[in-house]
């Protein structure tokens, strides 16, 4: 059954640009800013169905989360065609300005709601949410005393609770403390048994093998589809050039002796 999908689909997205202006006369550099239009992704085809695991993976983060903003409705398609799915719940890391002053209980529902689940759904969610986050015995602690690893905690158990076909997690699929990270990865394999499907955008090639099913490389030009294998392999690449630029970097740094007069 198919839940959601693109055919060749892609968003365009807006940005600052810095551009370097030297000014004759004067030993520095100005930088002056214009707005630039640019393909977030382009050529997306993918289909999500029921008990998929599609990871997104991309050199940039907010490229890999392009696909689940304009699934949730948050972003509009520019090219191609899009099927949302009837209902899904993005995740991402809750801020704390949310749920300031509440208590446990309180922030559970604050983020049920904030995510769109309906009163009788938030109620229904609260026990399973709490037991999973390990704070059902803290209901009535103010949340601003605990740490911010435990309200991520919370956030992962109302997505992982919610009565909704598709759970998209934005670089959230492992969260919370130490100690509860490894629970994470099983719940969301328990999704995608239940017959949910699971989106995650991941720079983290072990969660795109344990969790994943198949696999986009998204880029400006053109979206590619992989195998979950040669995503994970794209990441790992893609982290050895990363430290290879900063390494690159501070080397040139220690060279630039600054500006002689």
Request: hydrophobic share 45%; net charge positive.
């Amino acid at each position: 059954m198919t839940l959601a999908s693109f055919q060749d689909a892609g968003v365009q997205g807006v940005r600052l640009t810095k551009k370097k202006r030297i000014i004759k006369g004067v030993p520095r550099v100005a930088g002056t800013h214009a707005k630039e239009s640019y393909w977030i992704f382009q050529g997306l085809s993918v289909e999500l169905e029921a008990g998929d695991g599609l990871v997104l993976v991309s050199r940039d983060p907010d490229r890999s989360a392009g696909p689940m903003l304009a699934w949730a409705g948050l972003l509009p398609v520019d090219t191609g065609q899009m099927s949302a799915p009837a209902r899904c719940l993005l995740l991402t890391s809750p801020q704390s300005r949310w749920v300031r002053e509440l208590s446990v209980e309180q922030t559970i529902r604050m983020l049920a709601g904030i995510y769109g689940l309906t009163d009788d759904e938030v109620d229904d969610v609260v026990a399973p949410a709490a037991k999973l986050a390990q704070v059902d015995a803290k209901m009535h602690w103010p949340i601003q005393e605990m740490d911010k690893g435990v309200r991520d905690q919370i956030a992962f158990a109302v997505a992982v609770n919610a009565p909704v076909p598709v759970v998209m997690f934005d670089q959230t699929a492992q969260v919370g403390i130490r100690e509860f990270r490894p629970l994470c990865l099983p719940q969301v394999n328990t999704l995608r048994e239940q017959g949910k499907a699971v989106v995650l955008a991941t720079a983290k090639p072990q969660v795109a093998l344990d969790a994943g099913s198949k696999a986009v490389i998204l880029r400006g030009k053109r979206s590619q589809p992989v195998s979950v294998a040669e995503a994970a392999e794209f990441l790992i690449k893609d982290r050895v050039k990363g430290r290879r630029k900063a390494r690159r970097r501070a080397e040139e740094d220690d060279d630039d002796s600054g500006l002689e007069f």
